[in-house]
């Protein structure tokens, strides 16, 4: 796995529930993970993911099994082993590379004696630290909420058995326990509604910039991958834009669209989130809006690192397939990237050209591949296209400067009944000029 231990993001810790708490000590993780027979992942992403939230990971521990354990995650016999290594790492955290149930969280906490996070909670702490614009922070926010409700309820369930149990019926029933679940509950739910009403306002005014571009109808692509793959970097130097590039997971969170030129047409090129494995289903429902950006797209770049073994590339492709089937954005037709071609050797080289034939191999560092990439998406859109002729009425005018926009150079005669015109254009499009076509082509 490639993996770069230079550049340390700043430091955070955690409270049991997974809320950041800045300043305090450096929090030493102990990594644990339940894996079945046979599966060969390894605990380097979630190192990657707490190098990335500034926790460090002082040690491991992998059980081997067919399901985790429904209370406490690890079978009771390994729960013992691994307190004995927490003392020995001299460890303050347990983190898990799984999504824990709050039962299991709770009783391994309960067991252990330190906090234990989990992965999703670490790549939501990793989001809010990452979150600029308003609508990051609110997207964050809400599936923050969205996972400490689920907790919290866990959380107070013994406690409502409890008050439940402990007088029967009438007046005093609702124990103090019970009042502040609900209370808690209520607060949480109201905020999270909040949070729905303001982001439904804040996204109202990008949906207008969408509906602009969408107006002119210019080609829209979106670069989609695994985090860290190299999407911004491939932005830049596709568009000459100076998106912002870092050696984290999760750098870039808002989307950012440039135009890039090609053949005489402009194109939309989108960068947006990055995926992971196991991304967390509170982030994707939050991010909704922003990667809506990739569903409308007309085409998407999948970019993955291709830096990384054929094992590997080929979890982290499934992965964002996986992601891109979730949010709907199985339509558009699709381009593997495989990026970082400069850290590829000879012989790997010929392993990705035999098992990615229709894949292309970029490197934004060195330029290479990068003339091959605009050719294959100019080639993409021109398959759609379809070559119209029209005769566009003087007083038209403003057709003409659109239909400059959409088709790029047009090939036009001026006729004593208006402009003659033909162009390639997507059917869509061509659709919309149908009263002024003098025969539609194939
Ligand atoms: N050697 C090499 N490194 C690259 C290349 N492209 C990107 N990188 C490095 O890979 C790291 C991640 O690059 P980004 O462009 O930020 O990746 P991303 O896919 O946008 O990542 P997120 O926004 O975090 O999801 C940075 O350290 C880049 O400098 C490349 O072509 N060659
Ligand atoms: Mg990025």
């Given at each position: 796995m490639q993996r770069s231990r230079?550049?340390?993001?700043?430091t955070s810790s955690y409270t049991a529930d997974g809320q950041r708490q800045p300043g305090r000590a450096r929090?030493?993780?102990?990594?644990?993970?339940?894996?079945?027979?046979?599966?060969?992942?390894?605990?380097?992403?979630l190192h990657e993911l707490l190098r990335t939230a500034g926790v460090a990971g002082v040690g491991e521990l992998i059980q081997r099994r067919q399901h985790p354990h429904p209370n406490t995650y690890i079978g009771p016999g390994k729960l013992e082993e691994l307190k004995a290594d927490l003392a020995r790492a001299d460890a303050n955290l347990v983190a898990c590379d799984d999504e824990l149930s709050p039962r299991q969280e709770r009783?391994?906490?309960?067991?252990?004696?330190?906090?234990?996070?989990?992965?999703?909670?670490i790549i939501l702490d990793i989001f809010a630290s990452h979150a600029h614009t308003a609508e990051g922070k609110l997207q964050v926010e809400l599936a923050q909420l969205e996972y400490n409700l689920a907790r919290m309820r866990g959380l107070w369930s013994h406690l409502e058995r409890l008050g439940a149990g402990r007088i029967d019926g009438g007046i005093g029933t609702r124990g103090p326990g019970e009042t502040q679940i609900e209370t808690d509950r209520r607060l949480?739910?109201?905020?999270?509604?909040?949070?729905?009403?303001?982001?439904?306002?804040?996204?109202?005014?990008?949906?207008v910039m969408r509906a602009q571009r969408e107006r002119a109808h210019l080609p829209s692509v979106a670069l989609a991958g695994y985090t860290n793959a190299g999407k911004s970097t491939l932005l830049n130097a596709l568009t000459g834009a100076s998106a912002g590039v870092g050696d984290r997971l999760f750098h870039t969170l808002d989307p950012t669209t440039r135009v890039l030129r090609a053949g005489g047409r402009d194109y939309l090129l989108t960068d947006t989130v990055g995926f992971i494995r196991k991304l967390p289903h509170q982030l994707v429902e939050a991010f909704g809006a922003t990667l809506e950006e990739t569903r409308r797209a007309d085409m998407i770049l999948h970019v993955v690192d291709a830096s990384v073994d054929e094992d590997e590339l080929l979890e982290m492709t499934r992965a964002v397939e996986d992601v891109l089937h979730e949010i709907d954005a199985d339509e558009a037709p699709r381009l593997l990237v495989l990026a970082k071609a400069d850290q590829v050797g000879a012989e790997r080289r010929a392993e990705l050209e035999n098992r990615h034939p229709d894949a292309v191999l970029v490197s934004s560092l060195t330029g290479e591949g990068l003339t091959e990439l605009i050719e294959r998406i100019e080639d993409e859109f021109a398959r759609a296209l379809q070559e119209v002729e029209l005769l566009i009425p003087f007083d038209e005018g403003g057709r003409l400067a659109e239909l400059h926009e959409i088709a790029g150079d047009l090939e036009r005669k001026e006729t004593p009944g208006g402009v003659h015109v033909v162009a390639r254009l997507p059917a869509s499009v061509a659709a919309r000029y149908e009263r002024f076509m003098l025969q539609p082509h194939g």
């Open positions: 230079h550049g340390r993001a700043k929090q030493r993780a102990y990594l644990i993970a339940a894996l079945p027979d046979g599966d060969h992942d390894d605990l380097a992403e009783n391994l906490e309960a067991a252990l004696g330190v906090p234990v996070i989990d992965r999703t909670a949480a739910r109201d905020r999270i509604s909040g949070l729905k009403r303001k982001l439904v306002h804040v996204q109202a005014s990008r949906s």
